[in-house]
Nanobody
Framework: QVQLVESGGGLVQAGGSLRLSCAAS????????MGWFRQAPGKEREFVAA????????YYADSVKGRFTISRDRTKNTVYLQMNSLEPEDTAVYCC???????????????WGQGTQVTVSS
């Protein structure tokens, strides 16, 4: 079992930045892939970024490439999502997830956090 808790969401103006954190507990080895997903009101959940267990391989949705950076600190069992140049279209609830393989498919992730709200004003 892996428990995930997100933090760092909030209200920011367009062009601003936020850093989300996802703290994992319940499994000490940290050998799992992590992903960030988001869901805006009335829309399907969509993939944002993912990182493999070592932190050496990362993947991004086209909509966030060049603006968002995913990273992980294995010593702290925490994954981060640095979000720069935020746009109103980035407004959503952001959730982190853990799974055995790194992928953009939400169905491959077994554990999910509750999410943190990100609101970008124009």
């Amino acid at each position: 079992q892996v428990q995930l808790v997100e933090s760092g969401g909030g209200l920011v103006q367009a062009g601003g930045s936020l850093r989300l954190s996802c703290a994992a507990s319940g499994r000490s080895d940290g050998n799992y892939a992590m992903g960030w997903f988001r869901q805006a009101p009335g829309k399907e959940r969509e993939f944002v970024a993912a990182i493999n267990w070592s932190g050496h391989n990362t993947y991004y949705a086209d909509s966030v490439k060049g603006r968002f950076t995913i990273s992980r600190d294995r010593t702290k069992n925490t994954v981060y999502l640095q979000m720069n140049s935020l746009e109103p279209e980035d407004t959503a609830v952001y959730c982190c997830a853990a799974g055995s393989i790194v992928t953009g498919s939400q169905y491959e992730y077994n554990y999910w956090g509750q999410g943190t709200q990100v609101t970008v004003s124009s």
